[in-house]
């Protein structure tokens, strides 16, 4: 069953703009995980947010949650060719012991 | 630098073999996960272990099975291999509670023909 839903699933910026990648989810969470996966290989844990945290920076990552709408945002600010990816948002459902992923958004950083 | 590590990269097996993939961290964590990744699909969870020899199914365990005989390694077995079962498969780990990031492997892509 997925949780996560993300919002667009393709996204197309040229370097140096700004890429916002949104979530929505069903049910309530302990906390919502945003991946990164370079094409064919494994993913990379970019940040976590608690169910009762609002906002949280990682260098040019910022991700907000907004529980009463279910819904979370990732943004990179300043984008680099580098981060050219698939990033999925992944929610621990209260009461489970799982992360449950999303089907992710496809970013592209045109140079 | 702390790693997950799986066996195979790509992985080809004819329909009806047994096929073992196999994953090791070495980052003491306690619990350990198995994933598919099918486009369109998503990450679909097969298996995870909190403690070693124990196991839980996840959302689609049929036609797989695990082991973990010692913390650090998680088994993933595919009893007869299907052509359905041709796929992504990523292992992760992470530490005991539910406020810790997963680390992944690289994954394997396997093709069962």
């Known amino acids: 069953s997925q949780q996560g839903e993300e919002d667009p699933q393709a996204l197309s910026i040229q370097e140096g703009e700004n890429a916002t990648m949104n979530c929505s989810y069903k049910t309530s969470i302990n906390n919502l995980q945003w991946y990164r996966q370079n094409s064919g290989r494994g993913l990379v844990h970019l940040i976590l947010?608690?169910?009762?945290?609002r906002e949280k920076h990682s260098g040019r990552l910022r991700v907000t949650l907004d529980t009463s709408k279910k819904s979370s945002s990732l943004l990179i600010t300043a984008s680099r060719a580098a981060d050219t990816a698939s990033y999925f948002c992944a929610t621990v459902v209260q009461g489970a012991q799982k992360l449950v992923f999303g089907q992710g958004t496809r970013l592209t950083i045109n140079p | 630098d702390v790693k997950v590590t799986q066996s195979s990269r790509y992985l080809v097996k004819r329909t009806g073999e047994k096929v073992f993939l196999e994953c090791v961290q070495d980052?003491?964590?306690?619990?350990m996960f198995w994933y598919r990744q099918d486009p369109g699909l998503g990450l679909r969870l097969i298996y995870f272990?909190?403690?070693?020899?124990?196991?839980e199914k996840g959302d689609i365990p049929e036609g797989y099975s695990v082991s973990r005989e010692k913390k650090e390694r998680f088994s993933l077995i595919l009893e007869s291999a299907s052509t359905n079962q041709t796929s992504m498969y990523l292992c992760a780990s992470s530490l005991e509670g539910l406020n810790y990031g997963y680390t992944f492997g690289s994954g394997t892509r396997l093709t069962v023909v």
């Open positions: 947010i608690r169910s009762n945290e």
């Open positions: 272990s909190y403690d070693v020899k124990m196991k």
């Open positions: 980052m003491d964590h306690e619990n």
